[in-house]
């Protein structure tokens, strides 16, 4: 089946210690997203990738990186500059091209920060 | 930043009622999305509605449009408990149509 798969769905750190988070889509799609979810806040862009080997930051991209090797792949690197990762990280991807906008998501890695 | 902010925060209403959430959004936008996220999971696109739209129907959906005061309003008609979820809208600036973000979301409980 098509879809989007994140992994791991549950992540323990130490703090200091960076962790990747995977995302990895079999749905044909060009652009690929990673968003944070705490609490209240919604959810908030970090990284986003329209075509392979290019990205661009999101709003609140310090302490992490990312990297888009392949069309089907983008990992998440939480490095320890990140104050508080501490959060639920969600993965997206859809179609290009200028009119198109539905996002199809992963089913979240959620981190927590020992 | 968060372009959308949706309104209210949480909802409860009585199961067969009506719900209705309400996103404003700051800039000018080629479309409006909305989703729903059930508890601890990811999201689910529900409808997309283009800035030159007014009003759009899916089933017991129907999302309204206005560009003159940046707003949107969805509505959940004959609510069910397994409407009971978060919802989302997300915009993208216009000519930004690939910087996707969201706003706070509303919580809907539905009581049985």
């Known amino acids: 089946d098509g879809g989007i798969t994140q992994s791991p769905k549950y992540l323990f750190r130490k703090e200091g210690q960076n962790v990747t988070l995977s995302c990895e889509q079999n749905l044909n799609h060009d652009a690929m997203y990673w968003y944070r979810q705490d609490p209240g806040q919604g959810l908030r862009l970090i990284y986003y990738s329209q075509i392979v080997n290019d990205f661009q930051k999101g709003d609140i991209a310090e302490g992490y990186s990312v990297s888009r090797e392949k069309k089907e792949s983008f990992p998440l690197t939480v490095t320890s500059a990140q104050k508080n990762p501490t959060a639920f990280y969600l993965c997206?991807?859809?179609?290009?091209?200028?009119?198109?906008?539905?996002?199809?998501f992963g089913e979240g890695s959620r981190l927590t920060v020992l | 930043s968060q372009q959308g902010e949706e309104d209210p925060q949480a909802l409860s209403i009585q199961e067969g009622e009506n719900a209705t959430m309400n996103c404003s959004y700051k800039t000018s936008i080629n479309n409006l999305q909305w989703y729903r996220q059930n508890s601890g999971r990811g999201l689910v696109h529900l409808i997309l509605?283009?800035?030159?739209?007014r009003e759009k129907h899916s089933g017991r959906l129907r999302v309204t449009l206005d560009t003159s005061k940046k707003s949107s309003s969805l509505l959940i008609t004959a609510s069910r408990a397994a409407d009971t979820a978060s919802y989302f809208c997300?915009?993208?600036?216009?000519?930004?149509?690939?910087?996707?973000?969201f706003g706070k979301g509303t919580r809907l409980h539905i009581l049985p």
């Open positions: 509605i283009r800035s030159n739209e």
């Open positions: 997300a915009t993208a600036e216009r000519n930004r149509d690939d910087k996707i973000i």
């Open positions: 997206a991807s859809k179609t290009g091209g200028y009119w198109t906008g539905e996002l199809f």
